[in-house]
């Protein structure tokens, strides 16, 4: 589920209220979004690579929220992962051309 | 004239949003983009309306999905002979080949309009796959440019009529909680299959809210005994993607490996989930096809690298969630080539329509659904805003009617105590465990059904929303009356077939080679009939 807003890395573009599929973000006058509706999230990590300052943290438990610190990820180097595994870059698409998925389609199972 | 996109700005502060349109396209993932390419196309003025954004909903953007991308000739007749033995026998040949055809036409377009395909080894652009983020963020781009209206983040409701025909839909903008409602000449369903609850990949959106829409409208729906799709997923994660899960082994508690050869790929999986827990690792590839494996599939390894476990050396719990009718088959019955309904003006496309005639019994997950949704969208679209030209007249002076009853109007006095969150936590106990649907029996289906009508008579005559809490209560109604179809249709299917796996009857019976078509809501009727090719166009 989303669990960080990192507020040193958000510049309140409210990307992420837009994007958000369940609608988990409520956007906060000149401040960093908030997750209002945390419950709702589907953990599908879209928010993640739509936004332009790799600001949010999605872990990868669906069930609940796992109470991990923006610390935690920064130290980890988490933040912006999954967005640059893709090629994403500051919240645009980038990299569908690298993708080997075709050699993984014809290798021996 | 003014445009739909001038519309909505010029209603940006009023207290509803009121639209004209001619065709209303219902959905945000990739048949609703290609639905309302193709209308547009037509010349119709299109808006599309989705419950979350068009470009990340659905269970298409958060994935990395194959297409069934089979060139015309000799190879797609042998594709289709292939497919026709493993499918139970109830696609209908023609309608692989036109699906096929009409997706691989859309895949060359894809190519031609800038959608950055992978080279192959030959330097010509491997179609045969789509990246989920970067196809539906490229889709996005391509609805809007040709002036199609977007409304994300405003769900359908319910849809509209005058005198039997649908003129259009109407919704809350959920966001600034603000009623809408678009008059159009001709709706199409895009809205998705059913999940069932699950947290599998994309999922939250996917209630089922087209089918209960469709039903309401007196639509039927075909193929929902086959919605026990489940794919192995880390414990507890929504990566419900199979692509890594093909190089897997299985062990259980005491180390032993679970026997998967030769057989239906999770059914091993799943006995053995029955017993207690189960370990995956990713042990069967070769260093090469694992570097893909993470490059191709990067989030299919954030729950291990995030977890800080190597999954090819080390072991992680796995569990199996259930895809419903998203990889399942089952869905909005078709009764024509261009994905009419037969309700006027109600076209259904992508995983919202039954995929019995090009699936048949098994999952369309990975290729098929995608190709699925390039056809069917292009077709409902088509047909559609050629509907809306013709039959459409001036929608503005319509009398319309809104059609939406339970979760929304309740039969009886609305009662606090029925809550949304409770119906949705029975679909969750009864549909999704693995001894209920992957597994099946006579009894728990039985049993399952009585607490799912017992939910529909709370939801239908207790369950009150407003305002933006009605998307939760028509969720919950939509989920309910899934569960009841699907579940309805598996009692009368008394065989194993495809993804159906009766314990208590688990042979193929000849005699069931056909459709088993649900209609209804109060009373579910449960008709079998002959898989019928459609008339072409």
Excluded at chain 2, 398 to 405: H, I, Q, T
Excluded at chain 2, 446 to 461: N, Q, T, Y
Aim: neutral net charge; glycine residues 10%; proline residues 5%.
């Amino acid at each position: 589920m989303i669990e960080i807003v990192s507020a040193s890395r958000c510049i309140e573009c409210d990307i992420c209220v837009r994007v958000c599929p369940a609608n988990v973000f409520d956007p906060v006058r000149k401040q960093a979004p908030v997750i209002a509706r945390q419950e709702d999230c589907q953990t599908c990590f879209m928010c993640e690579i739509y936004c332009p300052t790799d600001a949010l943290y999605v872990a990868p438990c669906a069930e609940g929220p796992t109470g991990i610190s923006e610390a935690e990820v920064e130290a980890a180097g988490f933040f912006g992962g999954y967005s640059r595994a893709l090629g994403w870059n500051r919240g645009k698409p980038g990299g569908s051309e690298n993708d080997p998925t075709q050699y993984i389609r014809t290798s021996p199972r | 004239m003014t445009t739909l996109r001038q519309s909505v700005q010029a209603q940006r502060r009023a207290d509803r949003l009121d639209l004209v349109a001619d065709v209303l396209v219902i959905g945000g993932g990739p048949a609703a983009s290609w639905a309302a390419l193709a209308a547009t196309s037509e010349g119709a003025r299109v808006v599309v309306v989705d419950k979350g954004y068009l470009g990340t909903s659905g269970a298409t953007a958060p994935s990395n999905t194959g297409t069934w991308f089979v060139p015309p000739g000799a190879g797609r007749e042998a594709e289709i002979e292939r497919r026709q033995k493993l499918n139970g026998g109830l696609a209908i040949p023609r309608w692989v080949d036109r699906t096929l055809h009409r997706a691989w036409q859309g895949l060359h377009a894809l190519a031609e309009w800038g959608y950055k395909f992978p080279n192959d080894d030959s330097g010509k652009p491997y179609l045969t796959n789509l990246r989920g983020p970067d196809y539906m963020a490229f889709m996005r781009r391509r609805v809007l440019r040709a002036g199609v209206a977007i409304l994300d983040h405003h769900p359908a409701l319910e849809l509209l009529s005058e005198s039997g025909v649908i003129a259009g839909a109407a919704g809350v903008d959920r966001q600034h909680n603000r009623p809408w409602r678009v008059r159009a000449g001709a709706v199409v369903l895009a809205s998705g299959g059913c999940a069932f609850g699950e947290r599998m990949l994309g999922a939250t959106g996917l209630t089922g809210d087209g089918y209960l829409m469709a039903a309401e409208a007196g639509a039927t729906l075909s193929g929902m005994e086959f919605s026990a799709q489940y794919a192995c997923t880390p414990k507890n994660t929504s990566l419900s993607k199979g692509v890594p899960f093909a190089w897997a082994s299985y062990y259980r508690e005491d180390g032993t490996r679970v026997d998967t050869a030769n057989q239906e790929r999770f059914a091993p999986v799943a006995k053995a989930l029955l017993e207690g827990p189960v370990w995956g690792r990713f042990d069967k590839g070769t260093p090469e096809l694992n570097g893909w494996l993470r490059q191709g599939q990067p989030n299919c390894f954030l729950p291990h690298d995030r977890a800080g476990i190597d999954p090819f050396t080390q072991k992680f719990e796995v569990m199996l969630r259930c895809e419903g009718t998203v990889r399942g088959v089952g869905g909005i019955k078709l009764v024509a080539d261009d994905c009419s309904t037969g309700v006027p003006g109600l076209y259904a496309a992508g995983d919202a329509a039954s995929r019995e005639r090009v699936t048949g019994a098994i999952t369309g997950g990975g290729g098929p659904n995608s190709s699925w949704a390039i056809a069917s969208g292009n077709w409902a679209g088509t047909a559609a805003a050629r509907y809306a030209a013709r039959e459409g007249g001036n929608m503005a002076e319509r009398n319309v009617v809104a059609m939406g009853r339970a979760g929304l109007r309740p039969a009886k006095i609305a009662r606090p105590d029925v809550r949304a969150a409770e119906a949705v936590q029975t679909v969750r106990d009864e549909f999704l465990p693995i001894d209920h649907n992957f597994y099946r029996n006579e009894t728990t289906l039985r049993k399952s059904l009585e607490k799912f009508d017992h939910a529909w008579c709370d939801v239908r005559d207790h369950l009150a929303g407003s305002g933006t809490d009605a998307v939760k209560t028509r969720e919950a109604a939509a989920l309910v009356a899934s569960s009841r179809w699907a579940f309805a249709s598996g009692l009368a299917r008394a065989e194993s077939r495809g993804m159906q796996r009766r314990v208590d009857l688990p042979a193929t019976d000849p005699q069931f080679v056909c459709a088993f078509e649900t209609t209804g809501l109060d009373h579910i009727e449960v008709k079998r009939c002959a898989i019928a090719d459609t008339v072409p166009a």
